[in-house]
């Protein structure tokens, strides 16, 4: 079973739900699709293997090239201009879709590799850990993302997706082949307004779902909602200041008898008497 743990922004307890729901399911496979800003090897330390992942990019040969336009018409991600007579390659804003190469009429444009990225993967005592990170500078890592899903082993883990935070195209890219979405949320008027945006991304893609309210208070919107929405509640998550200080020097809390309910009664309302 795939579970995908989003949340409308960073900083809501994502990645320490993700983590400490992977370590108390045996043998779960962990995957950081954050691929801006990985974090899940801090809780997961190892040593991993590294890929370099590259994507396609346009490569202009400007003495065949009759400078028609085409290809800059075609481009609606503005990778490629026209400008002084040659046209010119943008390749940070180039999303592979190979179309340029395919309407230019005399053959003048050619693929070359560039590298964006790379994956990682390891393992962490039975659980296998895949990250991904993309280079400085660059604008989009939904390949980086694609690779690291299909690095997943299914043979037989569980598998929990900690996704990119948002709703833009990275998130939709991890949480598309989720059988389960794990929405968590902060009971703040802003994260209430965060957890609106992804609770409408699962819904556009017709997901099952469930709720994990971190930093629990007396503040009951995130409650309210839920109920009008009919969204299940797995779990809310005290504000804690001792699980808090051990989260934030990279220990998992799970490992704590203390603190290892909060995650097994999110692993049991999903799984149910599967667990």
């Known amino acids: 079973m795939k579970i995908a743990v989003l949340s409308g922004k960073g900083g809501t307890g994502k990645t320490f739900v993700s983590v400490n729901l992977a370590y108390v399911l045996n043998e779960a496979t962990y995957v950081d699709c954050d691929v801006e800003e990985p974090n899940g090897n801090l809780y997961f ?130 949480i598309k082949d989720a059988d389960y979405c794990v929405l968590v949320a902060e009971p703040t008027i802003f994260g209430l307004h965060n957890l609106k945006m992804v609770y409408e991304l699962s819904r556009v893609f017709n997901k099952k779902i469930g709720l994990v309210i971190n930093k629990a208070s007396d503040n009951q919107m995130i409650n309210d909602f839920a109920n009008e929405e009919n969204i299940e509640i797995l779990q809310e998550i005290p504000f804690d200041k001792d699980m808090g200080y051990l989260n934030s020097v990279g220990e998992i809390v799970s490992k704590n008898k203390k603190y290892r309910k909060y995650f097994e009664v999110i692993a049991e309302k999903i799984f149910g008497d599967r667990l």
């Open 45 to 174: 330390k190892g040593d991993y293997q590294e890929k370099i992942v590259e994507v396609d990019v346009p490569e202009i040969n400007h003495d065949t090239c009759i400078r028609c336009g085409k290809c800059v018409d075609f481009c609606k991600f503005n990778a490629l201009a026209l400008i002084l007579d040659k046209v010119r390659v943008f390749s940070q804003l180039c999303h592979s879709c190979g179309g340029c190469k395919l309407v230019c009429p005399v053959g003048a444009i050619n693929e070359k590799k560039k590298p964006i990225g790379v994956v990682k993967s390891g393992m962490y005592e039975n659980h296998q850990i895949i990250s991904g990170e993309m280079y400085i500078k660059e604008e989009t890592g939904v390949k980086i993302i694609d690779e690291i899903l299909d690095a997943v082993s299914l043979d037989k883990n569980d598998v929990v997706i900690d996704c990119p935070p948002g709703n833009g195209c990275s998130v939709m890219a991890s």
